[in-house]
């Protein structure tokens, strides 16, 4: 069992940053592969990026690449979402899930374990 925890969101106006943080508790973080997903108002949970278990692979949805990056600390217990010139059409709240046998890492039913999520808005 693996519990998530994320925090850091809030509201933020458009150009601005934010960092999310999904802290785990439960066995053996480091062998999990970490995403972050996020659901709009009236729209469907979507992938944003993900992590493999070690950090050595990275991916992102082509709407946050180049602006959002993904990292992580297994001493930690901790994956990070670093947002950088959010944009209005960011606004959603933000899930960050485990899963020990990742496939292509964006699909949701991947991942086994999930946070409560976080609410980023930002504002134009």
């Known amino acids: 069992q693996v519990q998530l925890v994320e925090s850091g969101g809030g509201l933020v106006q458009a150009g601005g940053s934010l960092r999310l943080s999904c802290a785990a508790s439960?066995?053996?973080?480091?062998?999990?592969?970490m995403g972050w997903f996020r659901q709009a108002p009236g729209k469907e949970r979507e992938f944003v990026a993900a992590?493999?278990?070690?950090?050595?692979?990275?991916y992102y949805a082509d709407s946050v690449k180049g602006r959002f990056t993904i990292s992580r600390d297994n001493a930690k217990n901790t994956v990070y979402l670093q947002m950088n010139s959010l944009k209005p059409e960011d606004t959603a709240v933000y899930y960050c899930?485990?899963?020990?046998?990742?496939?292509?890492?964006?699909?949701?039913?991947?991942?086994?374990?999930w946070g409560q999520g976080t609410q980023v808005t930002v504002s134009s």
């Open positions: 992590i493999s278990w070690s950090g050595e692979r990275t």
């Open positions: 899930a485990a899963t020990y046998y990742p496939g292509t890492y964006r699909s949701i039913g991947e991942y086994d374990y």
């Open positions: 439960g066995r053996a973080f480091s062998r999990y592969a």
